[in-house]
Every structure is written in structure tokens, then in C-alpha cells.
């Protein structure tokens, strides 16, 4: 038996961005155990030419959404990127993977040959659905999702593999 597209999207972008959840949590514990304003974790990076935290958070929802919009053929839903708070983060995953859940097999298994149009830096990306699933949309999503991990262990929350896979 194959994975359809179905599978390999809706069902992995909702759990993987309660995990994404999950890691913020503990960041935001991590401050408050610490005695610091947990804020200040958004602005932080892995080094200085680096988005931080905040923007690896809202470009890992925007992958999540948007992608399964795209491989759906409708436009997507339009976010603000105006979070300031750990409090928001978690009301834009839950947007995110509500949306996502609004999204039905039908809507997307069978889209391997679709073509996908992505506006990137002025100019426009185009893949037949498969490779925008293997080829940008997946890497995309798991290296913002993996660098909010990241940039969290670097400021000293504890964390493991466990955390960021939902296994803890």
C-alpha cells in the first residue's frame, strides 16, 4: 500500500506542529523557571545572519498551511506575522492546524502532477506537486521546525530528540 499525498501532509503538519508546540512550551518554562521574561527567547538566533525564533515559527506554520493550500490547488490563508508572545505562537499553530484539518483526501491525494506556483523573493517557483512536496515544501517546514529547536537548546532549555519527535 502506497502513502498518498493525503497522508503524507495533513496528518504529519498537524502533529509535527503540536510538537513544534510542545518545544515552545518548555521554552517558555525554561525562561520562567530561570526568572527572565520569556519574550526575549523570540528575538533569539542561532547566529546573527539567522532569522530568529519568532520568524522560523511563523515561516514554519506558513509552510505547513500554504503547502497543503497549494498541493489543494486554492489560495492560502493569509497570516499576520505580528507575534510578540509565546501566548500568540500557540493561537497561530492552532489557526495553522486548524486550517489544516479543514483540508479533506479528496482535496489532495492526486495532486502529484499539479502544478504548484510559489512566489519567492520577487519571483515565482514552479513544481509538479510531487517534487514540491519532497523537494521544498518538506525540507522547508522540518529545517524551520528543527532551527526553533535548536535555537531553544542553544539558550539552555532542555530539550531532546524525544521533545521535538512528541515522545516525551
Do not use: W
Request: with cysteine; charged share 25%; hydrophobic share 40%.
Amino acid at each position: 500500500m502506497s502513502l498518498s499525498m493525503y497522508q503524507a501532509t495533513v496528518p504529519m503538519f498537524v502533529r509535527s506542529l503540536q510538537n513544534l508546540r510542545h518545544v515552545l512550551e518548555k521554552g517558555e518554562a525554561h525562561a520562567r523557571d530561570q526568572g527572565f521574561a520569556a519574550e526575549t527567547l523570540l528575538e533569539s538566533r542561532l547566529i546573527g545572519d539567522m532569522l530568529p525564533l519568532v520568524r522560523n515559527v511563523q515561516i514554519a506554520t506558513d509552510m505547513a498551511k500554504n503547502g497543503v493550500a497549494r498541493l489543494a490547488g486554492v489560495d492560502p490563508l493569509k497570516f499576520e506575522d505580528a507575534e510578540t508572545t509565546f501566548a500568540q505562537l500557540y493561537a497561530r499553530i492552532e489557526r495553522a492546524s486548524d486550517y489544516i484539518n479543514t483540508f479533506a483526501p479528496a482535496l489532495i491525494d492526486g495532486c502529484e502532477e499539479r502544478t504548484i506556483r510559489v512566489p519567492s523573493g520577487g519571483q515565482e517557483l514552479q513544481f509538479q506537486g510531487r517534487d514540491y512536496l519532497t523537494g521544498f515544501l518538506l525540507p522547508n517546514f522540518f529545517f524551520h521546525c528543527t532551527t526553533s529547536y535548536a535555537i531553544l537548546r542553544k539558550e539552555g532549555v532542555a530539550l531532546g530528540k524525544k521533545d521535538y519527535l512528541g515522545l516525551a
